[in-house]
Nanobody, 124 residues
């Protein structure tokens, strides 16, 4: 069992930056595949970024590639999402997700544990 708690959301102007953090409980954190999703009002939850430690790769959605950077610190049981050059269309609730399964996926149904979400609002 893993518990996830996000922090770092807020209000920012377009072009600005925010860093989200996700703190995870559990001694097996380092074996979990971690990802970030977001859900804008009235829209489905969508993949943003994910860390496939098994294959040593980090994946990004096309909409955030080049602007967002996901990182992981196993010693602290945390994953971060640095978001630069933010746009109004990045406005959403951002969720941290985890799965012990060994197959990376960008589909939300593939993740077993979720944080409560943190709101990111980007004004124009």
């Amino acid at each position: 069992q893993v518990q996830l708690v996000e922090s770092g959301g807020g209000l920012v102007q377009a072009g600005g930056s925010l860093r989200l953090s996700c703190a995870a409980s559990g001694r097996t954190f380092r074996t979990y595949i971690m990802a970030w999703f977001r859900q804008a009002r009235g829209k489905e939850r969508e993949f943003v970024a994910g860390d496939d430690w098994i294959r040593g790769r980090t994946y990004y959605s096309d909409s955030v590639k080049g602007r967002f950077t996901a990182s992981r610190t196993n010693a602290k049981n945390t994953v971060d999402l640095l978001m630069n050059s933010l746009k109004p269309e990045d406005t959403a609730v951002y969720y941290c997700a985890a799965t012990p399964k060994l197959e990376f996926t960008t589909t939300s149904s593939g993740y077993d544990f979720w944080g409560q979400g943190t709101q990111v609002t980007v004004t124009s």
